[in-house]
C-alpha cells in the first residue's frame, strides 16, 4: 500500500514569488492534515480537512497561505508571496479518522526562501 | 488548549544501553491518545508507539515501551537495547477532541545512540 505522498521533495524560490505543495493521502483516509515544522521544532498544526472540508484552520496565516482538497483526496497548500520565515519543512499526513486511528506522514517539501 | 512538553532537547547513549525519554502533557480532557513519533533524518515521521488513557496497562513493542502515569500527566518512552537505528528525532504528541481531532507535537528530543 503507498503511503502519503508529497511533492516536490525541496523547493527554492525567490522571496514574493509563489509557491505550491502537494500532498496525496493513503487511499480512503478521510482526514487529512498540513503541517509547518521549523528546523529543531516539533510540526504545527496549519490546517486540517474532513473529506473537502476545512474544519481547522484557525493556524493557518490566511493572508498568504491557502489550501485546498478538491473532491476529498489530493490537496494543496499555496503560499503567495513567500517570505524569508517561509523557509521550513512542509508535511502532510493523513488518517481514517476518529481517535483509532494513527496519521502517517509523508516525507515532506522542504522550502527554502532566498 | 492542549500543550505538550519535552525538557530533553537532546541525549545520547552507548549502543545496547537503555534510555528514558521525558514527555509532560497538560489537558482538562479525560479521554485521549498519546503518541511517540520518530523522524530521522529522511524526515518521515514514523509512530513508533501509541497510549490510549483509558487504558491502564503501559503499551509495549518490542523494544520500546512507555511509562503513562496519568494523576502526573506524564508519558516517557523507554528505549532498551538501544540501536544505532534508533538515532533520530523524537517528538511525543497527544490527541483529543471526539469530533475535532488535533495531533498536538512536543519540541522533540534529539537522540544519538553513540556506537
Known amino acids: 500500500e503507498a503511503g502519503v505522498v508529497q511533492s516536490p521533495r525541496y523547493k527554492i524560490i525567490e522571496k514574493k514569488q509563489p509557491v505550491a505543495f502537494w500532498c496525496n493521502p493513503i487511499s480512503g483516509h478521510n482526514t487529512l492534515y498540513w503541517y509547518l515544522q521549523n528546523l529543531g521544532q516539533g510540526p504545527e498544526l496549519l490546517i486540517r480537512?474532513?473529506?473537502?472540508?476545512?474544519?481547522?484552520d484557525s493556524q493557518l496565516p490566511k493572508d498568504r497561505f491557502s489550501a485546498e482538497r478538491l473532491k476529498g483526496v489530493d490537496s494543496t497548500l499555496k503560499i503567495q508571496p513567500a517570505e524569508l520565515g517561509d523557509s521550513a519543512v512542509y508535511l502532510c499526513a493523513s488518517s481514517g479518522g476518529g481517535m483509532n486511528t494513527e496519521a502517517f506522514f509523508g516525507q515532506g517539501t522542504r522550502l527554502t526562501v532566498v | 488548549a492542549q500543550t505538550v512538553t519535552q525538557s530533553q532537547p537532546e541525549m545520547s547513549v552507548q549502543e545496547a544501553e537503555t534510555v528514558t525519554l521525558s514527555c509532560t502533557y497538560d489537558?482538562?480532557?479525560?479521554?485521549?491518545?498519546l503518541f511517540w513519533y520518530k523522524q530521522p533524518p529522511s524526515r518521515q515521521m514514523i509512530l513508533v508507539i501509541r497510549?490510549?488513557?483509558?487504558?491502564?496497562q503501559n503499551a509495549t513493542e518490542n523494544r520500546f515501551s512507555v511509562n503513562f502515569q496519568k494523576a502526573a500527566k506524564s508519558f516517557s518512552l523507554k528505549i532498551s537495547d538501544s540501536q544505532l537505528g534508533d538515532t533520530a528525532m523524537y517528538f511525543c504528541?497527544?490527541?483529543?477532541?471526539?469530533?475535532?481531532?488535533?495531533?498536538?507535537f512536543g519540541t522533540g528530543t534529539r537522540l544519538t545512540i553513540i556506537p
Open positions: 480537512y474532513e473529506n473537502e472540508e476545512a474544519v481547522d
Open positions: 504528541a497527544f490527541l483529543t477532541n471526539f469530533g475535532n481531532e488535533k495531533l498536538t
Open positions: 497510549q490510549e488513557a483509558y487504558k491502564q
Open positions: 489537558t482538562s480532557e479525560s479521554n485521549y491518545y
